[in-house]
């Protein structure tokens, strides 16, 4: 008899959290605020699954209520839910703030990240040559007669290697734009791109910086 195959990455152990306690934790959706303590209570209920280790459950967990879309359902007045999604206890006010201050937090670093990477690839652009017709002697020959390309370089990715938060190259059409993935759905990941707009894009049109 073969032993079942250890989860060893978030997204994966999330998912099959998800499968496990269906009233408790979801892969997309709104999110429910989540019992405090709950680790113990999921180490106790998955003490002899092979399938995930306390190490990957608590990185999982780390992973599942620091993502955007938990965050956002944490508010005051709202039911903490245990794993069976009875409600045990409301969040307070000082728990909402925690939450609204670490979404704050996780967005400006996003956005230092987009501005950042819209600086360096703004100083990466070419110049246009103005003066073609002046008399001043060019120094170095430059590529400014060269068909504009994408100053960006892009790296192919695998699916299983994104995961909610994560700062993402997206190619809609000839230039690639800098997004957030918000959610992932098998072959489908939404995309926060820098202007706020959110889309639904394939797996295929999702890069990383080279």
Not at 44 to 56: A, F, G, P, Q
Not at 68 to 89: F, I, N, T
Request: charged letters at 30%.
């Amino acid at each position: 008899m073969s032993e079942p195959e250890k989860l060893t990455k978030s997204k994966d152990v999330i998912a099959y959290l998800t499968e496990q306690f269906p009233e408790c934790f979801s892969v997309k959706g709104d999110a429910k605020p989540l019992k405090i303590g709950i680790f113990e209570d999921l180490a106790k209920r998955l003490e002899s699954d092979d399938k995930v280790s306390k190490t990957r459950l608590r990185t999982a967990l780390r992973h599942y209520t620091n993502s955007w879309r938990y965050l956002y359902s944490v508010k005051a007045g709202v039911q903490r839910v245990d794993l069976d999604g009875q409600p045990v206890e409301a969040v307070n006010e000082e728990h909402q703030q925690h939450a609204q201050e670490t979404l704050k937090e996780s967005k400006a670093k996003v956005a230092e990240k987009n501005k950042a990477a819209a600086k360096a690839s703004a100083k990466k652009a070419p110049t246009k040559d103005k003066g073609a017709g002046s008399s001043k002697p060019k120094s170095k020959p430059k590529a400014a007669n060269k068909p504009n390309k994408p100053q960006v370089k892009l790296a192919d990715v695998e699916l299983n290697k994104l995961s909610v938060g994560q700062q993402v190259q997206v190619k809609a059409g000839n230039t690639p734009m800098s997004a957030t993935i918000m959610e992932l759905d098998k072959d489908d990941v939404q995309v926060q791109l820098q202007n706020g707009l959110t889309m639904k894009v394939k797996a295929d049109k999702i890069f990383l910086r080279a």
